[in-house]
């Protein structure tokens, strides 16, 4: 079983509207959760970094929250763009002591509309 | 943030060939850099792990003859893909990290697409 589920799989959105994206994972214990962008034949794009002491982070457009109670985070995306169409990856850091590892989850695919 | 870039962006190569993919770090020295394969609709799943100066450290059921890795300075890392068949057709990603393990982010290549024929 994957230690970082993403859903949902894919998304169509009309653009102009808001989504969100989410994340659980059973990485632990993890050092901070990444929101990456992936545009098809891409390597990935950071979004944002979260330590487990961090609620909320937000990068332009994009907002990742983070509840390190319940392992869940999510990505929120205002006003989309027919650019945010990508596969968007919740990607957990384990612990120092199992150096670091990134753990991926699957993505989601979003495709914005016009 | 950091570049990291890889040559080629994409390959075809005929089935028994050697392909040879290289990692750079642009503008900053990355002691450590992983090596990634990522199949279609796929999540990214990583290979090996490469400290420069010394051997690469593989995950279980990547092997090591088979994709020899290379990190002979702080910004330049090669995946060899030896005697190449169709089934390792698939997107290659490089990722880049400067200083200590302890949570210092990774910066991921561009990819590179090989196609064995």
């Known amino acids: 079983k994957n230690q970082v589920e993403q859903s949902p799989q894919s998304l169509i959105i009309l653009e102009g509207k808001n989504c969100t994206l989410q994340?659980?994972?059973?990485?632990?214990?993890?050092?901070?959760l990444r929101w990456y962008k992936q545009d098809t034949g891409r390597g990935p794009v950071s979004l944002t970094i979260?330590?487990?002491?961090?609620n909320t982070k937000s990068n332009g457009r994009y907002t990742a929250t983070l509840d390190a109670d319940t392992k869940q985070s999510s990505l929120h995306i205002t006003a989309s763009q027919l650019s945010d169409s990508a596969s968007y990856i919740c990607v957990v850091s384990a612990g120092r002591e199992y150096g670091n590892k990134l753990v991926f989850g699957a993505g989601t695919i979003l495709r914005v509309k016009s | 943030g950091a570049v990291v870039s890889q040559h080629p962006s994409w390959v075809i190569c005929k089935s028994g060939t050697s392909v040879k993919i290289e990692c750079r770090s642009l503008?900053?020295?990355?002691?450590?850099m992983f090596w990634y394969r990522q199949f279609p609709k796929q999540s990214l799943m990583l290979m090996a792990t490469?400290?420069?100066?010394?051997?690469?450290?593989?995950e279980q059921g990547v092997e090591k003859d088979k994709f020899l890795i290379n990190h002979a300075s702080l910004t330049l890392s090669t995946l060899t893909v030896t005697s190449a068949h169709p089934e390792d057709s698939s997107f290659y990603i490089c990722s880049a990290r400067a200083g200590l393990a302890g949570g210092r982010e990774q910066f991921f290549g561009p990819g590179t697409r090989l196609t064995v024929l």
């Open positions: 503008d900053f020295q990355a002691t450590t």
């Open positions: 994340c659980n994972y059973t990485v632990s214990p993890f050092s901070n």
């Open positions: 979260m330590t487990f002491s961090e």
């Open positions: 490469s400290n420069e100066g010394s051997k690469a450290t593989y």
